[in-house]
Every structure is written in structure tokens, then in C-alpha cells.
């Protein structure tokens, strides 16, 4: 099933306020137009990214999706065509496996870099990318693969623990 939901209120708390009133005015991203590939993806954290320098917006999200498709994050065109503002890794990933994973249940953030002469201010609620769900193929003589994710962001490259 593919599908987006709000992280926990415990886990929002760990990750970005106590707030209730705020954690009861996350949405879920939406496409804008009937089509519109890319769902838009809001921020739950405010700051202000100096020129040359990055920041990390939470979302206070996570996504579910079938183990044979990857929901990839891009910047939302406006921002780099505007203001030279795009991801600071180009292209996110989240694999199906990141879902509910047991270090942050999944809620993934969003990194900016300003590539521009000015300040660029995100405020609560701002939409600061974009997510496209994809299906993804495998090579047909691949050795299976036993490894299970344990963590969230960068887990893959930990060693496993015997």
C-alpha cells in the first residue's frame, strides 16, 4: 500500500517541538493538479539558509510504500529556478524498508543548499519539495540479499552486529 502518514507524537517531540498544536497542522502531501507526478512536501521547521550554506527542514512524515518501488525526493522547480535553492543531495531516496524503521519510524527530513546571493527564508508549512513514487527493477542473477535495515539515514552502511 502507498500511502503517507504523520509520524507519532513521541517522535515529533524527539525531532522537532512538543507543540501539539503544531503536530495536529501537519499535511500530508498532495499533488497540485490531477497531473501532477510529484506529491508537494511541506516543511514542519522554519530558518532562514545564509548563501553557500545548507540547513535540514523536518516533515514531520513518513511514507509506506511496496517493497518494489522507492519514493524519490526533488527540489521543487521554483526554488532553483527562482531563488538557487535545491537539495543539498540532489535527489532524495527512501527505500520501502526505511518505513517505520526503528531509529526515527521513518520520518524523513529535507536538506537545502542556497547556491544564490541572497537569504533564503522557510517558514512552517512552506512547500519545499517534491516526491515521485517510482517501481524499480533488479538484475534477474542477483544473489539474495539478507540484510534487513535496522536504522534510519546512513544505516545501510553500518556493519551488522553478529
Known amino acids: 500500500m502507498r500511502k503517507f502518514e504523520i509520524i507519532s507524537f513521541n517522535q515529533f517531540k524527539k525531532d522537532i517541538s512538543d507543540d501539539k498544536e503544531l503536530y ?19 516543511s514542519m521547521t522554519k530558518g532562514i539558509i545564509k548563501p553557500n550554506e545548507s540547513m535540514i527542514f523536518k516533515t514531520g512524515l513518513k511514507v509506506c510504500m511496496n517493497e518494489d518501488e522507492v519514493f524519490y525526493i526533488f ?61 524499480y527493477l533488479t538484475v534477474d542473477d542477483e544473489e539474495k540479499i539478507n540484510k534487513k535495515r535496522r536504522g534510519g539515514i546512513g544505516s545501510t552502511n553500518k556493519k551488522e552486529e553478529k
Open 75 to 135: 527540489d521543487r522547480s521554483s526554488l532553483g529556478y527562482k531563488y538557487d535553492v535545491c537539495l543539498a543531495n540532489s535527489v532524495g531516496v527512501i527505500d520501502s524498508d526505511y518505513y517505520n524503521n526503528e531509529d526515527n519510524e521513518g520520518h524523513f527530513s529535507i536538506k537545502l543548499i542556497n547556491h544564490g546571493n541572497s537569504d533564503f527564508e522557510v517558514n512552517i508549512g512552506d512547500r519545499i519539495a517534491q516526491g515521485i513514487f517510482m517501481k
Open 24 to 42: 495536529n497542522s501537519i499535511i500530508l502531501p498532495k499533488r497540485s493538479t490531477n497531473s501532477s507526478a510529484g506529491y508537494d512536501i511541506r
